[in-house]
């Protein structure tokens, strides 16, 4: 379903994924702020926190105005985070990049939106320590709709064309992060992650089936210690609290279930592969 592309007009298309991309991480940026607040993501416009002045759309340039405004609000000098170019660059990277991998095919869009849910998810877990049920609630059910789509019409690009499977790791994956949860408010009388994190793993099942949720938690729990345990240990020394830190486990999830979706596949049929190769089992 891929259609072919001469090479300027497959570099315009990628220039323009990211011009894009960074154009929504710029809507990103007030999801993250809004949502853990319950407020409208689409007005008022976008204003200066300290000052309350509008931002104007000169001044909102993903990337670019950060940069000439010096990090500073035009109106009042108010410093303006580095969290919000951020968002804005890595969200233009990652549509960049899912339109390189899937190309003309519905997968990219479909995928540019899973990125930039997962942008969102990851910001507001690193800044509020909750996952939004405005994300996972409705993306559920999405992915398992994309997986009879995908069933219907072959040749989408997306990954998981079979609903069954979609419900099973939804509620399977789900299930899984939720008794190691209580597991280890069992055994270890803490909370491993909160129930936002299962209901991201099940969204991430509903999109990408079994493997794909499989290969998020391994990614995960990798990122997680190699991140997460030297942050902890820095954590604890300045405190002095017995709850311990919280170390937010969303955004690895978010990581790995992108990892998932470019290289799910692939990871698969190598390990498929090796374990078919003689003398291996
Ligand atoms: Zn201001």
């Not at 200066?48 to 000439?68: T, V």
Request: glycine residues 10%.
């Amino acid at each position: 379903m891929s259609l072919e592309l001469n090479e300027n007009a497959q570099t315009i298309l990628l220039a323009f994924s990211f011009v894009f991309g960074s154009m929504v991480g710029s809507f990103l940026n007030v999801c993250v702020h809004r949502l853990p607040l319950g407020l409208s993501v689409v007005k008022p416009r976008s204003r200066c926190p300290k000052c309350e002045k509008p931002i104007a759309w000169y001044d909102n340039i993903p990337m670019l105005s950060w940069l000439i405004l010096g990090a500073k609000c035009r109106n009042c000098d108010e410093p303006i985070s580095w969290q919000y170019p951020l968002v804005e660059a890595i969200t233009g990277t990652l549509f960049l990049l899912v339109y390189w991998r899937f190309g003309l095919t519905p997968a990219t869009p479909v995928y540019m939106i899973y990125c930039a849910a997962m942008v969102v998810v990851t910001f507001v877990d690193l800044t509020d320590w909750t996952i939004p049920n405005e994300i996972t609630y409705p993306g559920v059910p999405i992915g398992i709709g994309l997986s009879v789509v995908a069933m219907v019409y072959p040749g989408t690009g997306l990954q998981l064309d079979n609903p069954l499977e979609a419900i099973a790791a939804a509620f399977g994956a789900g299930g899984f992060l939720y008794m190691l949860d209580k597991a280890s408010l069992l055994f270890l009388g803490k909370r491993g992650m909160g129930f936002g994190d299962v209901k991201l793993i099940a969204m991430v099942g509903a999109f990408f089936g079994l493997w794909g949720a499989v290969i998020t938690i391994i990614v995960a729990s990798f990122v997680g210690s190699a991140v997460g345990i030297p942050m902890m240990i820095a954590d604890r020394r300045k405190e002095g609290a017995n709850e311990g830190p919280y170390l937010p486990f969303g955004p690895y999830l978010c990581v790995g279930s992108i990892i998932a979706m470019f290289f799910g596949p692939d990871i698969v049929a190598l390990y498929t592969g090796y374990l078919l190769m003689p003398g291996a089992l």
